[in-house]
């Protein structure tokens, strides 16, 4: 049940942080709610996953997935350019995680 919970903080997350783009500055009001919104719901399912998922396995994976979602949103849907960099950068991240995860396991 701690990962169903993590991968809503997850996707909590990555709405509050996609709707931050269009609060303009927090000066839109809609916007600016749905992201204010979105992260208290993010922290408050990361809380409940820390219950039964280790703190250091959990956030690794909320901040790392979070930011690849957010990086790849950015590629694909908001016009941010692509370059290997930024390709290799959301591989490292994942990476990061898998190790991090497989090294938390043992």
């Known amino acids: 049940m701690g990962y169903v919970l993590l991968a ?3 996707a909590a997350e990555v709405l ?3 709707t931050m783009k269009y609060s303009d500055g927090f000066s ?3 916007p600016s709610l749905i992201t204010a919104l979105g992260y208290v719901v993010s922290f408050a399912l990361l809380a409940q996953t820390l219950k039964t ?3 250091g396995t959990a956030y ?3 901040a790392g997935f979070g930011t690849a979602a957010i990086a790849t949103i950015g590629i694909v849907f908001l016009g941010e ?3 290997l960099a930024k390709v290799a ?3 490292l991240i994942i990476g990061g995680v898998v ?3 497989l090294a938390g396991a043992h």
Do not use: E, P, Y
Request: glycine content about 12%.
């Open 89 to 91: 950068g959301i591989a």
């Open 28 to 30: 839109r009001l809609w």
């Open 60 to 62: 690794a994976i909320w």
């Open 8 to 10: 809503g903080a997850i």
């Open 81 to 83: 350019g692509v370059s």
């Open 16 to 18: 509050a942080t996609t």
């Open 99 to 101: 190790v991090l995860n």
């Open 53 to 55: 998922v280790s703190v």
